[in-house]
């Protein structure tokens, strides 16, 4: 654990309104823990009354002239090692804060975690909770390596609600805002939803590995599998089977009819 005071030309390069003024360079930071390689560096505040009490650490019991006083975790900064070693200057804080702080380390690193989940599940669900609005953490999905599962988390909520309630406009939001392979899934929950209520048989759609799924057929009393690729592939005659529709027959009265 090390309290510590970062160069204020390190702040001159984060971007964000949500980060805390370094007070050039007079923010004393805990530090504890990295993710992804980089360092979280947890500022002091004087007044964090507003933050829920799980995404902070109170000091006001260790210091009463300033009982709103917290190490607030939803305003951490992310840096590389480098970054941190040539910024860092040690911070002098009082004896029994230090002592305090060494006692909640490991209370510390948990909260930041069960904040990094939260933020995940909020994120990926388009929520425009306090913690996905103000939280520096929308600033360092690179550096804490979450975007992936950002992104995975959202596809789960877009094909639970594609298969709940169709093409809504809930399911469009969350697809709109997804990278192209995530896109590409998506694309065959949808040729599979849309067979799905096409066909007159018994039909669910099998999500057991949510990344290759496929459609459960009951027909004459077996059951048939269909993956998205194979209907695209041979949509005559998937149509035919499941949809007691002839393409072919249906052409040739269209033909009958013209003449």
Do not use: W
């Not at 360079?25 to 530090?31: A, E, L, N, T, V």
């Not at 994120?123 to 975007?147: C, D, G, W």
């Not at 093409?167 to 896109?183: A, F, H, V």
Request: charge should be positive.
């Amino acid at each position: 654990m090390e309290v510590v005071r970062l160069n204020q030309n390190l702040f001159n390069k984060l971007r964000g309104n949500e980060i805390s003024s370094n007070k050039n360079g007079s923010r004393p930071y805990y530090y504890s823990f990295k993710r992804n390689d980089n360092r979280v560096c947890i500022p002091f505040r004087t007044h964090a009354q507003n933050v829920p009490s799980k995404y902070k650490v109170k000091l006001g019991s260790q210091q009463p002239n300033k009982p709103n006083s917290a190490i607030d975790l939803t305003k951490s900064i992310v840096i590389s090692n480098d970054e941190y070693l040539n910024n860092r200057s040690k911070a002098k804080i009082p004896q029994n804060i230090n002592n305090y702080l060494k006692q909640q380390t490991p209370t510390i690193e948990q909260k930041y975690d069960t904040m990094s989940k939260d933020y995940i599940k909020a994120k990926a669900s388009l929520s425009q909770i306090p913690l996905v609005r103000y939280s520096t953490m929308q600033y360092f999905h690179k550096e804490l390596n979450i975007q992936d599962n950002i992104d995975s988390q959202q596809t789960k909520n877009a094909i639970s609600e594609l298969i709940s309630n169709g093409k809504s406009d809930r399911y469009n939001k969350l697809q709109s805002s997804l990278p192209n392979e995530k896109l590409d899934l998506l694309d065959d929950y949808e040729t599979l939803y849309e067979f799905k209520n096409l066909t007159d048989y018994p039909a669910k759609i099998n999500i057991s590995d949510i990344d290759n799924p496929y459609l459960e057929v009951e027909k004459n009393n077996n059951i048939y599998t269909l993956s998205a690729l194979t209907i695209k592939n041979e949509p005559e005659k998937h149509v035919k089977d499941f949809l007691n529709y002839d393409i072919k027959n249906e052409k040739n009265k269209d033909i009958d009819l013209d003449l």
